[in-house]
């Protein structure tokens, strides 16, 4: 106990005596306000266990996701398929937790895309002002005016079905709100006065966006994203039931409601919990966003 | 050092000069025709109240309003300095706001390295520890945040980081109206202290009649946009002034002050 | 209820004694505020102290407007006799505007900026007073009459951005003032503006509060502010109180903090080199 709470004051001390301290002490803060709120946590614990499904699938599934078994059709969930099977008699626990890589394949692709565009986009807008801004801000609002899956379906059908191509019509649609969002915060950081400092101090145009207004931007990109990953899912899902998202037979949660809607009736199973699982990660990632937005939006003073 | 040339170098006499500026923001003319000299290691203070555009004459002056008029600093148009890294460290700022003036995320260690690191000067841990000892803040205050000072603490850091560049002329948004009076005591023998040690060119803005007058020998006047009355010390300490305006401000902090003295001398 | 006055005495307008202010804390509660007593009658008392003084707090404290996580413990706290320790909100709530009120520093954050001078302070008569919107409307323009707006019907209408800082305070002057209440706090009413309008602002302050016999608590950290205009001066450091004393004594005053405030003000009649600084001494936290 005692060690415990030596530890504990050597983290949450207001007078740190080295570097390493300084910035351990830092994170600690972070770390603490995020673990205090029971919510977030079982945000990331979903999360996490997500993401471990997704790395270990080949290793967790107890049968072949692939494999189709027509003497097992629609067979309802039981100590050997324990979430039943589907109607080419695959196993659809196994369907699920390799479906989670293709889930975690597009949320990923598709933040990494929107998150740092979105925002490069933004700050540029909001630091420079004038005319940029004025065209930037033109080109997201006209990009935002279209209703995100609509706009998805387009680009779907003009590049044609496939999972990149879902993950690029779902990224195209989806950047115009970092844009808006780092520009915000852009325009309150651009005055302030350590931002003054650091341009009379002769730093670049490059080094005060990159060093001074970005660090800012990304806590709410973050928020944003992880609040986004619900939306995109379904969007995907949305693709998916529809028939252009990743083809057949790769397992895909959205893909697989789709198949299972014409049993949904009598072999609810089939449709319903994948579903679950859709339902299940988005909530994951929305407290998760809760959680984080609830660390991270101090305002800068 | 500086090579033969056919055009001589002459020091300029002035470490500032204003001839003429205007501000103007949309239709408001928030400085306007402002004329005023700034000799080398002069202290000029420039007082005014809210709306009197003494901020928006450092904005000027450092790039950050949109100017009209003549502005040299150290021989220099100021439009020029601003495009030279070079010529950007002799020209420091202290803002007024503690809380918004230093990095948030930054460990003050790190602040005091960004301005070395950008004008790519070197051996910066001697430089560090030796600006720190200059406002006298303990050496193990480097490791800490901003949030981990007082606001009199983060006013040194301000303070030690314009003069770590070592800059000619020091730019002073009122420094110390956001502090405690005590603090404001510590800080202003600070100023008054670096200016004697290095010389130092200042401009000096603030509203307090007392703190201005105890920092600058001379004083410029300003009320909305407008250069009312230059005034020396003196006529400050025996409540001499010849316009209006600036009786009328005499007036009113004296008035608190006179009253004060009487249950306080 | 202990008797320290004869029963002839009057009970005091406000009686604090031995309050403390408690926050949660890291490692544990916070003082904030520690074993602060003081009293008043219908007189003008400043508490005056640098920021972490509790001076705000304290005042806080008799309007009930601590934030939720304040824990407060007093044996003594009370207006006019009724004990506010474990006052509910909605109690408080029917104390304040009637019994007392409270002018803030900024005009431009108290005032609602979607209403109109002359909308908030009828609401405030007829949220306290139960006026028809008529009589209301009088009584506001009586009120931004007494507190010397010239032109009442012009400012009536104009909304808290259109106004300057002066005028803001004057309308919450009014707006505060509308029930009638006898006792009102002042929380560093003149920080926000400008020197030359400071003296206005206390002026009215003063004039309207002798002239209902109300009482007047007025915080700042300003001393040559407190001494001018006010009675009675309690000085705070670090949520206790160093000394209490007449304005007129201060030039008196025995605590060396006192003192130091006093001294380290730079001076407008003559210049001193080094201004002195006060040395805070723990010993008095003790």
Known sequence: MRIVSTWLDWLTTDAPESRLQGRLAQSYQTFYRFVRNPLAVCGLVIVAVLVGLAIFAPLLVPYDPLATDLGSRLLPPSASHWFGTDHLGRDIFSRVISGSRVTLTIVLLVAILIGPIGMAIGIVAGYFGGTTDRFLMGVTDVVMAFPRLILALAFVAVLGPGLENAVIAIAITGWPAYARLARAETLSLRQREFVVAARLQGASVVRILIRYIAPFCIPSVIIRLTLDMAGIILIAAGLGFLGLGAQPPAAEWGAMVAAGRDYLIDKWWVATLPGAAIFVVSLGFNLLGDGLRDVFDRRVN | MKH???????????????????VTYGSARVVNDVSFSVAHGECLGLIGESGSGKSTILKALTGTAPAAGMMEILGMPASARARDKRHT???????????????????????????????????????????????????GFRFR????????????????????????????????????????????????????????????????????????????????????????????????????????????????????????? | MSHRETPAAAEPLVAVENLWIRFPGRRGPVAAVAGVSFS?????LAIVGESGSGKSLTARTIMGLLPEAAEVTADRLSLQ???????????????????????????????????????????SCRLHLGDSRRSARERALELLHKVRIDNPQRVFGLYPH?????????????????AEPDLLVADEPTSALDV???????????????????????????????????????????????????ASELAKASHPYTRGLIGCRPPLDHRVETLPVLKRDPAWLS
Not at chain 2, 4 to 22: E, F, G, H, I, R
Not at chain 2, 122 to 128: F, Q, V, Y
Not at chain 3, 40 to 44: F, L, N, Y
Not at chain 3, 201 to 230: K, N, Q
């Open chain 2, 4 to 22: 033969a040339s056919s055009v001589p170098v002459t020091t300029p006499a002035n470490a500032l000069d204003v001839k003429n500026l205007c």
């Open chain 2, 89 to 139: 460290r002799s020209v420091q700022m202290v803002f007024q706001d503690p809380y918004a003036a230093l990095h948030p995320r930054h460990s003050v260690e790190r602040i005091l390295e960004e301005p070395l690191a950008i004008q790519g000067i070197g051996d910066r841990e001697a430089k560090i520890r030796a600006s720190l000892a200059s406002v006298g803040l303990p050496l």
């Open chain 2, 145 to 265: 945040y901003p949030h981990q000072l007082s606001g009199g603490q983060r006013q040194r850091v301000a303070i030690a980081r314009a003069l770590i560049l070592e800059p000619e002329v020091l730019l002073l948004d009122e420094p110390t109206s956001a502090l405690d009076v005590s603090v404001q005591a510590e800080v202003l023998n600070l100023l008054a202290k670096l200016h004697r040690e290095r010389g130092l060119t200042m401009l000096f803005v603030g509203h307090d009649l007392g703190v201005i007058a105890h920092m600058c020998a001379r004083v410029i006047v300003l009320n909305k946009g407008e250069l009312v009355e230059t005034l020396m010390r003196d006529q400050i300490y025996s409540g001499q002034a010849t316009q209006p305006y600036t009786q009328q401000l005499l007036r009113a902090t004296n008035l608190e002050q006179r009253s004060a003295n009487r249950n306080m001398a």
């Open chain 3, 40 to 44: 008043m009658g219908r007189e003008k």
């Open chain 3, 81 to 123: 006799g009724d004990d506010l320790r474990g006052l509910r909100e909605k109690d408080f709530a029917r104390l304040r505007g009637k019994r007392m009120a409270m002018i803030l520093q900024d005009p431009k954050q108290s005032l609602n900026p979607i209403m109109t001078a002359g909308q908030q302070i009828v609401e």
């Open chain 3, 162 to 178: 259109e106004v300057s800082g002066g005028m803001g305070q004057r309308i919450m002057i009014a707006m505060m003032l509308a």
């Open chain 3, 196 to 246: 030359s309008v400071r003296a206005e602002v206390l002026d009215l302050i003063e004039s309207l509060v002798v002239e209902r016999g109300m009482g007047l608590i007025l915080i700042s950290h300003d001393l040559d502010l407190v001494s001018a205009y006010s009675d009675r001066v309690v000085v705070m450091y670090s949520g206790r109180v160093m000394e209490t004393l007449p």
